[in-house]
């Protein structure tokens, strides 16, 4: 018999001993949840007095040694928060599920989007907050022409939109503090032009800049915004080249990373494109990301990182609408994978709640199936597919993993066969 988990999300009386309840404390107004730490050792959860994105353990240093009192019996943690535009909302959701999950986390690396909300959430903000003031963000607020440029400059103008705006947006609602003053390490990647190196800002030499002007080069799209400059180089989008820096979450020395990837490519449908300059532009920007991050997930994906991949593909980069819907489905997803990861789901225990329930299927292995009336035997699945689940020999190619432990749920068979033919399940 599978064990069950809620559905819905109402507001349900506490378990005693279970998480903590104070509105300021990162679950905001939602009201109590019934979730409690699983049997056994336990890890005190401190009183909050202040709204503090997470209990968590100081760190003495930016390896996450555990700091002198600290709790061994916790997993070293660091959250990882993808790019990928205003689906990045989705991110919230994640945050909301970690704390009523009672899953708590060390230090944060973000990209693009996943550095403001992480900025947001490392410096101090409750989740009712962050979710008020993304929630609240207008396309017209963030995105005015560079018409005077466009006019003295046409096609020599460093960017479409006014750069010097979106920088006094995300000033008005950052956290008023330096790297230095977070509650718990924060780190957020861009690229420098110059010469395609990647900085991350946080990391000691590199924290002594504004912490908005990190986060809006961590931000600024090729071609959208102006690049940041400091001290002769220019930077842009981390998400250019690692949208979900998992390499580097590495070099922090966790126990566990929690990876939140916002790639299109996870809800398996084809996007809305339209040929335009813009969208064609934002299109070949994706569809770069994409494979970058596959690449990633091949060679750094292991038993230790939780992958959380909420189905928001559907969402434009620059759709600002149904922002509710978003947080729905990132905390939705993220129940889903935690509850079912080998990595997270023994540090849980979700209480059965009568007409709210429904199964969890174990996620340790994605199923793989092809239609043979649809494969043609081209052999796309085989040369694409790094843990060798497939064999294209003969006609027809053939699934060697139908059960496959080691798929790193890229989707990048799928996304690469031009038949349709694969199918994947348990995802």
């Known amino acids: 018999m599978p064990p069950r988990l809620r559905c819905a999300r109402p507001a349900l009386k506490a378990v005693p001993g279970g998480g903590a309840t104070n509105p300021d404390f990162l679950g905001g107004s939602a009201g109590p949840v019934a979730v409690r730490w699983k049997e056994g050792p336990q890890l005190p959860r401190p009183a909050v007095t202040t709204p503090d994105p997470t209990p968590s353990l100081p760190l003495a240093d930016p390896h996450l040694a555990p700091a002198p009192g600290g709790d061994p019996r916790r997993p070293r943690t660091v959250l990882v928060l993808g790019g990928g535009g205003m689906r990045g909302v989705a991110h919230i959701g994640v945050l909301k599920a970690l704390f009523k999950l009672g899953i708590r986390y060390d230090a944060i690396v973000g990209t693009s989007i996943g550095s403001l909300v992480g900025a947001m959430a490392a410096g101090g903000y409750s989740l009712d907050k962050i979710e008020s003031m993304l929630g609240d963000i207008q396309k017209q607020d963030y995105f005015r022409l560079n018409v005077v440029k466009f006019m003295l400059k046409g096609a020599r103008a460093p960017s479409m939109y006014r750069g010097d705006l979106f920088r006094s947006r995300l000033n008005k609602i950052l956290p008023k503090i330096e790297f230095r003053e977070m509650q718990m390490p924060f780190y957020c990647n861009a690229v420098r032009l110059e010469n395609g190196g990647s900085v991350f800002w946080g990391t000691p030499g590199f924290d002594d800049i504004p912490l ?212 994947l399940g348990n995802l």
């Not at 991050?293 to 559907?314: F, S, W």
């Open 212 to 423: 908005v002007d990190a986060i809006y080069s961590s931000c600024a799209l090729p071609g959208i915004f102006e690049p940041f400059e400091h001290q002769g180089f220019n930077y842009m989008d981390g998400g250019i080249i690692d949208s979900v820096p998992l390499r580097f979450a590495k070099t922090l020395r966790p126990e566990l990373i929690i990876a939140v990837d916002l790639s299109v490519k996870a809800t398996m449908k084809t996007p809305n494109y339209k040929s335009r300059i813009a969208t064609t532009m934002y299109r070949a920007f994706e569809i770069a990301e994409e494979v970058i991050v596959e690449q990633a997930l091949h060679m750094h994906l292991d038993y230790r990182t939780v992958l959380i991949q909420p189905k928001v593909g559907h969402q434009s980069r620059f759709d600002f609408k149904d922002v509710a819907d978003i947080v729905q489905r990132g905390e939705e997803e993220a129940i889903k994978v935690l509850t079912s990861h080998a990595a997270t789901r023994d540090l849980v225990h979700t209480d059965i709640v009568e007409g709210l329930t429904c199964p969890v299927t174990t996620r340790d292995f994605v199923s793989i199936r092809i239609d043979p009336s649809a494969c043609v035997g081209c052999g796309m699945c085989e040369a694409v597919c790094e843990t060798e689940a497939f064999w294209a020999r003969g006609e027809k190619a053939t699934v060697r993993k139908l059960s496959n432990y080691e798929c790193t749920r890229d989707y990048a068979c799928t996304r690469n066969c031009p038949t349709g033919a694969i199918r």
